[in-house]
């Protein structure tokens, strides 16, 4: 069996990959990802604003000093969402190419970031979501029927960052960086100038030994004609001239 090669197994991989629609495929990663983030963006945003204000739901009362606060504090929050699914994709990438410095530093700010949103998350909702009854049920179970956190608020709290660690590491083989394209294409071109470069000189090289060849030939020539007198004007071994060689032997050529 004829051994396949490394293009071809990325070929077959994504193609089982690929189980979805391509539709279902352009709008989770063009929209529903979208969303994604600004809902870990609204999440980190709020932590990162609340305190700086007494109630940051009157705008009102806040004074500008404050109003500017909350405004540079929650688009600092907004900008760790992004941050923290870019570590999940670096991450991913890195354990892929076994580089595990750079996967484990990664990995490292995902799962703080991923901490901080779930704080966020279960400090926001806890104040509002009441227990439902299967979180009674739960609760009961588990023998802790006063919880102040509902088993629901957990699992929502968990959502998002479970959300961005496993889409990072989901989606690594599909997705290539604009400095992974970069890198790509200055290695085609450098391929493409090293063929180019071998090519000419190549061509050169022929068009050397060919010269050398027809100069050789046609000094092979000449001298093999010169050794059986027949170049015009050729000398013989005393000195004279071909004619004058053959004028007494009545070989002389007429006018």
Same mark, same amino acid.
């Given at each position: 069996m004829a051994q396949r090669t490394q293009a071809e197994l990325v070929a077959a991989q994504r193609a089982v990959d690929h189980t979805l629609p391509r539709w279902v495929n352009f709008i989770q990663d063009n929209l529903f990802l979208s969303f994604l983030i600004l809902a870990e963006a609204y999440l980190l945003g709020t932590l990162m604003a609340l305190g700086w204000v007494p109630d940051i739901e009157a705008p009102s009362h806040w004074d500008t000093y404050h109003a500017v606060g909350v405004i540079l504090f929650f688009s600092a929050g907004a900008m760790a969402a992004g941050v923290a699914l870019r570590c999940s994709v670096k991450a991913a990438g890195c354990f892929q190419r076994r580089? %595990?410095?750079?996967? /484990?530093?990664?990995?490292?700010?995902?799962?703080?970031?991923?901490?901080?949103?779930? %704080?966020?998350?279960?400090?926001?909702?806890?104040?509002?979501?009441?227990?439902?009854?299967?979180?009674?049920?739960?609760?009961? /179970?588990?023998?802790?029927?006063?919880?102040?956190?509902?088993?629901?608020?957990?699992?929502? &709290? /968990?959502?998002?960052?479970?959300?961005?660690?496993?889409?990072?590491?989901?989606?690594?083989?599909?997705?290539?960086?604009?400095?992974?394209?970069?890198?790509?294409?200055?290695?085609e071109d450098f391929a493409l100038e090293r063929k180019l470069a071998r090519a000419e000189a190549q061509? !050169?090289? !022929?068009?050397?030994?060919? &010269?050398?060849?027809?100069?050789?030939?046609?000094?092979?020539?000449?001298? %093999?004609?010169?050794?059986?007198?027949?170049?015009?004007?050729? &000398?013989?071994?005393?000195?004279?001239?071909?004619?004058?060689?053959?004028?007494?032997?009545?070989?002389? !050529?007429r006018a």
């Open positions: 580089e %595990w410095g750079f996967a /484990l530093f990664n990995f490292t700010g995902l799962l703080l970031f991923s901490g901080a949103e779930i %704080w966020a998350s279960l400090s926001e909702r806890s104040a509002n979501l009441r227990p439902t009854p299967a979180d009674g049920a739960v609760l009961s /179970l588990l023998g802790l029927h006063s919880s102040p956190i509902s088993p629901t608020v957990v699992v929502v &709290a /968990l959502l998002l960052p479970f959300a961005t660690l496993y889409y990072g590491f989901s989606q690594q083989q599909d997705r290539e960086t604009e400095e992974d394209r970069a890198q790509k294409a200055a290695a061509a !050169r090289l !022929r068009q050397v030994q060919v &010269a050398g060849l027809a100069s050789a030939a046609r000094a092979g020539a000449q001298a %093999w004609q010169a050794a059986r007198g027949t170049v015009p004007g050729a &000398a013989t071994a005393d000195g004279t001239d071909e004619e004058e060689a053959r004028r007494p032997l009545g070989l002389s !050529r």
